[in-house]
């Protein structure tokens, strides 16, 4: 990153933080059309430049020319585009060659399958392939280099590790280096430190204006791991402030009346059900009678594994709110799901006499104020969360599926001047090692075993199955009387994907099984339909259910032993454990076979994970390891989009070491309205708004 002509003194007498607030229209470089380029990118201020981290790096410590290369070593080479040619057109069946000039020799770079790279390159343009050549014949050829597009004017990034940045429509990546750099140069120093020296020395930290300098521009790896480390702390420490004030301040809440779980109320729910409880379940009934017995208002995450049995958890902390006199209601996600709990509910309370209503978005709300107004539960969508919703004395929320809400919509019901005890669930496989950091605004109870009666599933990977041999197995399974999914990973037909879609394959499996009937479901039917499918399959009428993961979550049927999941390298590894749960749900022996081509080692290496294991915790353990936090921190809640740097399996001490600090700091200063109060706009700066009652 070359030095900037423009020195730190030149800066207006300005404050530090009118500084760092200087628009990017009046950054040097910018000017008022490319501010509008930046802008859509959420870059606003200086501020926002110097924390718009790259989003990989590319290794140009190792530049040479074409005749210096040397096999299966990564290396780079810049150079001018040459030539270009696309050989074939159809989806899946494409090779681009883009050959650049270096010197006296020449690099072919090669990318299949992805003809949409032809149109980012331009005859005569300078640009850098990074990667491990191979020589063929006398020409040097790289498959899928890493790209560095050069400008004009831009110097050859000669032995540096490059930072590849965001870009949008008008923007090009050497333009976006210069910018950071200009900034970082000028306003770097100015960033207050959140640390004390002392803090910094003891616990080996650097000081922040210099890893925002080695994070844009490092000066090798070891600088760039260093940067990592202090930007990594900083964001659990802010992260675990924030969480630790949510709770804080949500034990400040005005008094929640105690729902008082008394022995005989205990009794007479636990007597409800036919069945040994497992000891996580009791457990669990017991942490929340607890909580509910307080006068602050419950913040719980049941968390539990497919099949654990967290729905009659559930099912009984409702009744400890109607027998407290107060109503209770259920929140889930989609409307299977939602459809699927009314079923469960109707089918174990109303003979007891207990009132339950289902509200979704396709229910006319009119017709049911009234029953919504006098029911003991009420169970719905997120349809519960609109503002004609009637509550009469709503004592208790359990929300379902937590990461498919948010911590926002978990809050909502309390910003209508709502204080109800709060549940809420999620079967998606949280490694431990994420638990404290995703929920640390809330207390857990964790269901890790699964109730008695459950049969085996037995998991097998087949590559290049024969179709005929998967339909006899099919119809043997379904001769025995039992029920298939036969599942696929598009609804319909795509021009870019090449895989059956559930639409396609629909009437060749109806041809396959012509004594069975065989339904369809996907995301695209109207919920009607979704609900007369699923009846007709929940009661044993269709044989097999051709499907999409539309039935991934809550799907209970208990006659159901077979599942084909056709494709399966193109489902995420949570995904196919949250599929494979909809069978294994009796005493029955169960099977789930996972089809796939075996051409994806990466595919392949997360399918047998499957074939190894059926503990959710070993496969998100093993999901956070081969995809990253990045990708698995997406799937389980919003507003975590700043944790880029931590390394959940690695920075477990650093996690520790910075939660510690957030707790004393909040010690020293609850309110961050003293010694810390600089740290009150970080935490809404770089973790949102706490989401917190306005009451609070």
């Given at each position: ?461 087949r590559t290049g199955a024969k179709q005929a041999d998967v339909t006899a197995f099919v119809k043997e399974q379904l001769a025995a009387g039992h029920q298939a999914y036969l599942v696929y990973p598009l609804v319909e037909d795509s021009d870019t994907l090449k895989a059956e879609s559930a639409t396609e394959a629909f009437p060749k499996w109806r041809k396959r099984l012509p004594l069975h009937e065989v339904g369809l479901i996907h995301g695209k039917l109207r919920p009607e339909e979704k609900e007369e499918v699923m009846r007709r399959f929940r009661d044993g009428l269709t044989s097999a259910l051709v499907a999409t993961t539309v039935i991934e979550v809550g799907v209970d049927v208990p006659n159901a032993t077979v599942m084909i999941l056709h494709h399966a390298e193109r489902f995420g590894l949570a995904q196919l454990h949250q599929l494979r749960g909809r069978i294994g749900r009796s005493a029955l022996k169960s099977h789930c076979i996972l089809l796939t081509d075996g051409k994806n080692p ?95």
């Amino acid at each position: 990153m070359a030095t900037p002509d423009k020195p730190r003194d030149a800066l207006p007498d300005k404050s530090p933080a009118e500084l760092l607030a200087t628009p990017v229209q009046f950054l040097k470089g910018v000017g008022p059309q490319r501010a509008e380029v930046l802008q859509r990118l959420e870059l606003q201020t200086a501020r926002d430049v110097l924390f718009c981290f790259p989003r990989t790096y590319q290794d140009m410590t190792d530049l040479r020319e074409v005749q210096q290369l040397e096999e299966d070593k990564l290396q780079s080479v810049c150079g001018i585009v040459e030539d270009m040619e696309l050989r074939g057109s159809q989806p899946g069946k494409c090779l681009l060659g883009v050959l650049i000039r270096s010197g006296g020799g020449h690099l072919r770079g090669l990318w299949f399958n992805q003809p949409f790279m032809q149109e980012k390159f331009k005859i005569g343009q300078r640009v850098v392939f990074a990667g491990k050549p191979k020589l063929q014949g006398l020409v040097w050829q790289v498959t899928h280099p890493k790209v560095d597009w050069l400008g004009e004017d831009d110097e050859v990034p000669r032995g540096r590790i490059v930072p590849v940045y965001p870009l949008t429509e008008g923007l090009q990546q050497w333009q976006m280096r210069k910018v950071v750099c200009e900034t970082v140069a000028t306003y770097g120093h100015l960033l207050e430190e959140i640390f004390p020296d002392e803090y910094l020395k003891a616990h080996d930290l650097w000081p922040l204006d210099r890893a925002i300098q080695q994070i844009h521009a490092p000066d090798n790896a070891e600088q760039l791991a260093g940067a990592r480390r202090r930007l990594a702390y900083q964001e659990l420490f802010l992260l675990g402030l924030a969480l630790a004030m949510r709770r804080q301040q949500q034990h400040d809440l005005r008094q929640a009346p105690p729902l008082e779980a008394t022995a005989l109320i205990d009794a007479r729910i636990l007597r409800l059900f036919p069945f040994e409880l497992t000891a996580g379940q009791r457990q669990a009934i017991a942490q929340i009678g607890a909580d509910m017995g307080r006068s602050q208002p419950m913040n719980r995450l049941l968390q539990g594994d497919v099949g654990s049995g967290k729905t009659f958890v559930a099912m009984a902390a409702m009744l400890l709110a109607i027998d407290s006199g107060c109503q209770a209601a259920l929140m889930a996600p989609t409307q299977i799901l939602a459809e699927q709990h009314y079923l469960t509910f109707r089918r174990w309370l109303e003979p007891l006499g207990v009132r339950v209503a289902l509200r979704t978005g396709t229910r006319d709300a009119a017709n049911h104020l009234e029953l919504e107004g006098a029911a003991q539960m009420i169970l719905g969508t997120h349809a519960l969360l609109y503002e004609d919703a009637v509550f009469r004395d709503l004592g208790l929320v359990v929300i379902d599926e937590q990461h498919k809400f948010g911590v926002a919509q978990r809050a909502s019901f309390i910003r209508r001047g709502v204080v109800p005890d709060v549940l809420v669930m999620t079967a998606t496989p949280i490694p431990r090692t994420l638990t404290m950091t995703l929920y640390g605004d809330l207390d857990v109870s964790l269901l890790d075993e699964k109730p008695p009666g459950r049969g085996k599933i037995v998991t097998a990977v087949r590559t290049g199955a024969k179709q005929a041999d998967v339909t006899a197995f099919v119809k043997e399974q379904l001769a025995a009387g039992h029920q298939a999914y036969l599942v696929y990973p598009l609804v319909e037909d795509s021009d870019t994907l090449k895989a059956e879609s559930a639409t396609e394959a629909f009437p060749k499996w109806r041809k396959r099984l012509p004594l069975h009937e065989v339904g369809l479901i996907h995301g695209k039917l109207r919920p009607e339909e979704k609900e007369e499918v699923m009846r007709r399959f929940r009661d044993g009428l269709t044989s097999a259910l051709v499907a999409t993961t539309v039935i991934e979550v809550g799907v209970d049927v208990p006659n159901a032993t077979v599942m084909i999941l056709h494709h399966a390298e193109r489902f995420g590894l949570a995904q196919l454990h949250q599929l494979r749960g909809r069978i294994g749900r009796s005493a029955l022996k169960s099977h789930c076979i996972l089809l796939t081509d075996g051409k994806n080692p990466e595919a392949m290496e997360k399918l047998r994970v499957l074939e190894q294991t059926a503990d959710g915790f070993e496969i998100a353990e093993a999901d956070l390891r081969l995809r990253g936090p990045g990708d698995v921190l997406g799937t389980l809640q919003s507003g975590l989009s700043d944790i880029r740097f931590t390394d959940f399996l690695a920075d477990m001490p650093l996690l520790r070491e910075a939660r510690d600090l957030a707790e004393r700091v909040l010690t020293e200063d609850p309110l961050l309205d003293g010694i810390h109060h600089a740290l009150q706009p970080l935490i809404h700066r770089h973790q949102g708004p706490l989401h917190l009652p306005a009451s609070a």
